[in-house]
């Protein structure tokens, strides 16, 4: 009897011109478009198998190996029925000989390698990771122009923004941007890469584990409360991130850190302003956050003054973890300023050379 099963793997992304907003909640269409970079397979992963089967009598997905709650019409199945369509309609329609598959139940098992919602995009790898699994066991997914039957990465993008937006970017590697994008039915509103990794093999991004528990706030909730109540966000959507989008893409181009750092950084800290803008206000940074900032801002100062260049950019998600990108030649300087001022606790939820990074709990969370 033959098994039909796929595992594949996915990275989390760090957005440095954030997503936050909803024009759509159901399509999860965005209010403006983002940019990310796509940390590398061997970092911050989720991990999905997928199988079919004719006699399984449900579909189950495990998370870290705890059964999650299918919710009917909810983002998980309109992920699965999207699959299921277009292994109908490109695979099984073309030939009556292929299995059925579309019509069997799935068991989907996925394992984070790093803290599950706690600000740190497990959303993003989880739905990127959950797709390209189910688009593999499927067929559908190939990089042979020969076969034009089945799907693009930007096409699988689509897929994986209807889990979960930020998943979208995570369908490439290196620097992608999520398009804003103006169809209602949002075939428009994909991923596109911006520039792989290899075109600046240097950047880094160093991540701070300042609180792995779970947030108070899920991004899809905050988001959501943002768009109902912030004036600053419609500023933000009109007048500021079209020309940031325009300006990061321009600084990666020409790899031009101090632009790519000042904007990353500008953008992370509006994002925060927007949260708490919103009523009732949504605090995600706490004081450990802000000591990280304070230093940050600190080092980049005393090096503009000394070469006129910046050393290090931070950006924050929905949560107090700050990521810090920098360039190779800094990262040994950056990580000893770290440790000196935050203190590491032993434990840590990730292999080296995370540990480095983790724990610093903050006196009082907010
Ligand atoms: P985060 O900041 O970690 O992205 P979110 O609030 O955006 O937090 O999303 C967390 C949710 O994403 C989880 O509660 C779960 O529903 C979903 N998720 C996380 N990891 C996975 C995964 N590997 N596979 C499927 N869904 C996942
Ligand atoms: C702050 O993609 O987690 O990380 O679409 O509701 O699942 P949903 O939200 P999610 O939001 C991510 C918000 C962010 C910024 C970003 O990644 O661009
Ligand atoms: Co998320």
């Known amino acids: 009897m033959s098994v039909f099963q796929a595992t594949t793997s996915a990275p989390v992304n760090i957005a ?30 989720s991990t999905t198998t997928a199988r079919a089967d004719p006699t399984f009598t449900e579909t189950t997905l495990w998370l870290n190996g705890k059964v999650e709650d299918i919710k009917s019409g909810g983002r998980l199945e309109r ?25 069997w139940n799935l068991h989907v098992a996925s394992f ?15 739905f990127a990771a959950l797709t390209s699994s189910i688009a593999a066991l499927y067929g559908l997914s190939s990089f042979d122009p020969s076969k034009p039957s089945v799907s693009s990465p930007s096409e699988l993008s689509l897929v ?26 949002g075939e428009d509103s994909l991923a596109v890469q911006v520039a792989p990794q290899e075109h600046w093999p240097t950047m880094h991004a160093l991540i701070c ?18 768009v109902e109540t ?25 790899k031009d850190f101090d632009s790519f750092a000042r904007i990353t950084m500008a953008d992370s800290n509006q994002f925060h302003a927007v949260a708490l803008d919103t009523a009732p206000p949504i605090f995600y940074l706490n004081d450990v956050s802000r ?33 810090v990108y920098t360039e190779s030649r800094n990262v040994k300087q950056i990580i000893e300023i770290i440790v000196r001022y935050f203190p590491q606790v032993e434990s ?13 709990q903050p006196a009082a969370a907010p």
């Not at 840590?348 to 983790?358: A, G, I, K, R, V």
Request: proline share 5%; glycine share 8%.
């Open 16 to 45: 440095c011109i954030k997503y936050w907003g909803k024009r759509d909640n159901t399509l999860i269409l965005p209010t403006n478009s983002s940019l990310s970079i796509t940390l590398s397979q061997d970092h911050l992963r």
């Open 230 to 254: 912030s004036a600053l966000l419609q500023h933000r959507i009109k007048n500021v991130v079209p020309a940031r989008m325009q300006a990061i893409e321009k600084a990666i181009k020409d």
């Open 79 to 103: 992920c699965l029925a999207q699959l299921k369509k277009m292994r109908r309609e490109r695979i099984e329609a073309k030939d009556p000989n292929t299995p059925k598959l579309s019509e």
């Open 112 to 126: 984070n390698n790093f803290p599950t919602a706690a600000g740190l995009a497990s959303s993003a790898s989880g």
């Open 291 to 323: 000591s990280i900032i304070a230093v940050v801002e600190e080092l980049n100062r005393v090096s503009y003054e000394k070469t006129g260049h910046l050393v290090a950019a931070y950006t924050f998600d929905a949560g107090p973890n700050a990521v």
């Open 209 to 226: 584990v300042v609180n792995d528990a779970k947030k108070g706030t899920s991004s899809t909730s905050g988001m959501q409360r943002t």
């Open 348 to 360: 840590s939820p990730f292999p080296d050379p995370f540990n480095l990074f983790s724990g610093s």
């Open 160 to 185: 994986a923004r209807l889990g979960s937006g930020s998943a979208c970017r995570s369908l490439f590697g290196g620097f992608v941007a999520w398009e804003v994008g103006s169809s209602p039915t």
